[in-house]
């Protein structure tokens, strides 16, 4: 099985989708290491209660030291033995350096159809611009922020009467399929990068499998 990495930051429902998933039988992955930058995110004890191991590396140990951070990040993922970083509402942009070290082995779900509604807000924004469709994307990391190859994306309407918080309920059950989905088509070795696209081997791709 494909050894993940969970990086969050809070609530943690995209790692328990994760964990969800990870526990039906057959699933291609399983969760080596929940990795929180705060030691007080929920999504820590969703961990535990998995029986998962978890670690806290805790950017503020590291005043004005990025690099110190992410190093102490890289090892004890190394160490657990992860393969694949998986972003989860993980809110700290990573270096070049620490993307260069995970190249094509971290990935992050992020609450838009990119390359649409780039960075934070993106369901105020979505509604302010008035697009008709939303949704979210799985996507591989490169140095700028939400950009890199995609992996999955999956749409949502969006509907009369929404608000930014209907909306981004809408968006975080699609988050919820989606985020397993990528996770299998790469644990599978079905998601091939080549240059700013990923090509996707075999069937049709169906997010409730
Ligand atoms: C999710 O909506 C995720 O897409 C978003 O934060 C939320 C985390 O929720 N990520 C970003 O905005 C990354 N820039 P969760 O902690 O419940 O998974």
Partial sequence: KLKLGVL??????????????????GFPAEIALVLSNKADAFGLERASKAGIATAVVDHRDHPGDKPAFEAAMDSTLRQAGVELVCLAGFMRLLSPWFVGRWQDSLINIHPSLLPSFKGLHTHERAL???????????????????????????????LPGDDADRLAGRVLEAEHLLYPHAVRLIAEGRARVDGDVVWIDGPAPDLAT
């Avoid at 969050?8 to 995209?14: A, D, H, K, L």
């Avoid at 939400?146 to 309407?157: E, F, L, M």
């Fill in 128 to 158: 302010a611009t008035g697009v008709r469709f939303h949704g979210c994307t799985v996507h591989y990391v490169r140095p700028e922020m939400d950009d890199g190859p995609i992996i999955a994306q999956a749409a949502v309407p969006v």
């Fill in 8 to 25: 969050i930051s809070g609530r943690g429902s995209n790692l328990q989708a994760l964990i969800d998933a990870c526990a039906v039988p």
